[in-house]
């Protein structure tokens, strides 16, 4: 019976893990995939390696949360897999929406939900966890909001990423021991801008992995018959790995597409941000939504950018000075002129930079705000069903 069971758990656990690869290798790398930089089947191997590496290290904290801290009891196995099957269910009803997995939140409102069943929810720790996820989206945006309106237009100006045809490197046979050389077409900048593409790729695989692998990992270790860590954590890199190789294809190809049609080099910021922020809070061990963090960056630097031709004093005493400078939601994709230096704060931008596409579509950011709460709130609700109709599971 227990083998059955462990059996059922584990291919819930890579159900989870697969989907869980398929959205977070699109968020990771359909920046650079788009940009011509790295392929997909590249970007799927890096992306597996790194993600291993998040949830072996920082990731033990999240999963240490949520098989241990968020209920004053262990999870059992039973229990575990009758999570891991809301987690699926909540994954399902994402997809169905056409949005990104708060798999975290929703791992979270699973366990509540037996907490809550069972009269063992540590009410201290859920409040923390819940805090985090109120303040998370107001620092990614103000961060992304310093980051558009003071850094990103002076960068956008200096730096072009730019990938010429041909390999990037050859290997150079000319002396008896070949060696590494530049490509034909190749430059010092462009091998440096992509060299810095793809640590900044591998550093938002392994904050990935450090919020993501105990969601598929976490239901199955502790208790007697359960699995060791480090096996629960391989059986989730490896389903995570396959949903790279997959189904992130087509991710690759289309993300971003809904929320913003914005430059290489302001994704890299938003990057660079998010899983700042993500890895901090998976170091503490609070399970956080990767897309939480990325969606509200990408907001944050468009309309900081966008927000340039008015200063802080006119816009807090809405001086009426500045009604004929409007805020341009197409400011992020338009490019600086090269060789001057950006418009100081205060001044309007020139035509051609406020003609762009929209910075967002504000209906899909209301999606994705909408599967934050509705998310966790689901998975709490239907579990919490469960574990009352059937206690005996926990």
């Known amino acids: 019976m227990v083998e059955t069971l462990l059996a059922i758990g584990i291919v819930a656990s890579i159900f989870v893990g697969f989907n869980i690869g398929g959205s977070s290798t699109g968020i990771t790398w359909g920046p650079s995939v788009g940009a011509g930089i790295v392929k997909k089947t590249t970007a799927a191997a890096v992306m597996t390696v790194f993600v291993f590496l998040g949830g072996m290290t920082v990731g033990q904290n999240v999963m240490q949360t949520l098989s241990a801290d968020i209920i004053t009891i262990d999870l059992t196995l039973s229990a575990g897999v009758a999570v891991l099957f809301f987690i699926g269910l909540g994954i399902l009803v994402a997809n169905i929406f056409g949005v ?3 798999t975290s939140m929703t791992t979270v409102g699973a366990i ?23 303040v998370t989206p107001i620092i990614g945006f103000w961060i992304g909001g310093i980051i558009g309106r003071y850094i990103y237009p002076a960068v956008n100006r200096r730096v072009t990423i ?30 440096g801008t992509t ?32 699995l060791e860590v480090t096996t629960a954590v391989i059986i989730a890199t ?3 790995g396959l949903g790279g190789f997959t189904i992130a294809r087509r991710t690759m190809d289309s993300v971003g597409g809904e929320l913003s049609d914005i430059p290489l080099l302001a994704a890299l910021f938003v990057m660079v941000t998010a899983s700042t922020i993500t890895t901090a809070l998976s170091y503490i061990g609070i399970p956080i939504s990767l897309v939480m963090a990325t969606v509200m960056t990408i907001v944050g630097i468009g309309w900081g950018r966008a927000t340039r031709p008015i200063t802080v004093r006119e ?13 341009q939601l197409g ?3 338009a490019e600086e002129e090269e060789g001057e230096d950006a418009r100081p704060i205060g001044e309007p931008e020139p035509e051609e930079v406020l003609q762009g596409a929209d910075l967002f579509n504000p209906r899909a950011v209301i999606k994705y705000v909408s599967m934050w709460v509705i998310g966790p709130s689901m998975s709490t609700i239907l579990a919490y069903g469960f574990f009352i109709a059937l206690p005996g599971v926990v």
């Open 100 to 102: 990104p997995v708060p």
């Open 112 to 134: 509540a939900g037996l907490g809550l069943a069972s009269g063992t929810l540590n009410y201290a720790t859920i409040a923390g966890i819940i805090s985090w996820w109120i």
């Open 162 to 191: 730019e990938k010429s045809d041909g390999p990037l490197l050859v290997l150079d046979r000319s002396d008896s021991l070949p060696k590494p050389a530049l490509g034909p077409n190749t430059t010092l900048t462009e091998l």
């Open 195 to 226: 060299a810095v593409v793809i640590v900044i790729g591998c550093y938002m695989a392994f904050s990935a992995g450090a919020s993501n692998v105990p969601n598929a990992a976490a239901p199955l270790v502790g208790g007697v018959d359960g």
């Open 238 to 240: 490896v389903a995570i």
């Open 315 to 327: 816009a807090v005493t809405r001086d009426s000075d500045v009604e004929d400078r409007d805020i």
């Open 331 to 333: 400011a992020i994709v």
